[in-house]
């Protein structure tokens, strides 16, 4: 992401499936999607944009689609928080529960996934 995305909104979805590949494929045909890999070192992951046009030579990426050892294949909203233990902690209380942990990476920030108390997914995002 070049720009910090604004707290309060879905900064990035990601599918995360144990069959990237296939369903990069899919969405490629489906929803005219280009594809660049990932290298992320044991496999890849794949981030996807819509096809180049001469009106939209580069256009921004839509989505990740990442390997994952969940069991059922599913699509990630990640929300822009501005303190993600704030946020966590925010959550915890409300009654969601901590599916995976703060994970940080350089140059993107810190991010974890969480369960609602209602059973839907999401991962809360705090951008560097």
């Known amino acids: ?20 590949g296939a369903a990069r494929i899919f969405y490629a045909e489906v929803l005219d999607w280009a594809s660049e890999c ?29 390997r994952s050892t969940r069991q059922q294949a599913t699509w ?3 929300a822009v928080v501005a303190d993600i233990e704030g946020a966590l902690a925010r959550a915890l209380s409300l009654g969601g529960t901590l599916e995976d942990p703060v ?4 140059g993107w920030g810190k991010w974890c996934i969480i369960r609602d108390p209602f059973g839907a997914s999401i991962a809360l995002y705090e951008s560097e």
């Open 1 to 20: 992401m070049a720009d910090r995305p604004r707290v309060g909104t879905i900064g990035w979805t990601e599918l995360h499936s144990t069959a990237p």
């Open 103 to 106: 994970t940080a990476a350089a």
């Open 76 to 78: 990630i909203p990640y």
């Open 38 to 66: 990932i290298d992320i070192g044991d496999h890849v992951d794949y981030s996807m944009s819509p096809k180049p046009t001469p009106a939209d030579p580069e256009p921004p990426p839509a989505a990740g689609l990442i």
